[in-house]
Nanobody, 114 residues
Framework: QVQLVESGGGLVQPGGSLRLSCAAS????????MAWYRQAPGLQRGLVAR???????NYADSVKGRFTISRDNAKNTVYLQMDSLKPEDTAVYYC????????WGQGTKVTVSS
């Protein structure tokens, strides 16, 4: 079992920045990759960014050049640095861990609005 706890969401103005954190606990040795997904009202949940065990990353086209995913293995934490935020980035952001099973955090809300 893997437990994920997200933090860092909130309200920010367009053009601003936020950093999301996802702390993993439990069977962390079994995690192969971690990722951030987001779900806006009325839309399906979609991948934002993913980081593999070896540190390789990939991003949704809509966030390339603005968002950065990273991990601190010593702290068992994954981060999502979000810069140049746009209103269309407004969503609930979920942390995901891929292991023997798939694990999700509870979500953290990000609102980009003036």
């Amino acid at each position: 079992q893997v437990q994920l706890v997200e933090s860092g969401g909130g309200l920010v103005q367009p053009g601003g920045s936020l950093r999301l954190s996802c702390a993993a606990s439990g069977s962390i040795f079994s995690i192969n990759a971690m990722a951030w997904y987001r779900q806006a009202p009325g839309l399906q949940r979609g991948l934002v960014a993913r980081i593999s065990r070896d540190g390789s990353t990939n991003y949704a086209d809509s966030v390339k050049g603005r968002f950065t995913i990273s991990r601190d293995n010593a702290k068992n934490t994954v981060y999502l640095q979000m810069d140049s935020l746009k209103p269309e980035d407004t969503a609930v952001y979920y942390c995901y861990a891929g292991a023997v099973g798939a694990y999700w955090g509870q979500g953290t809300k990000v609102t980009v609005s003036s």
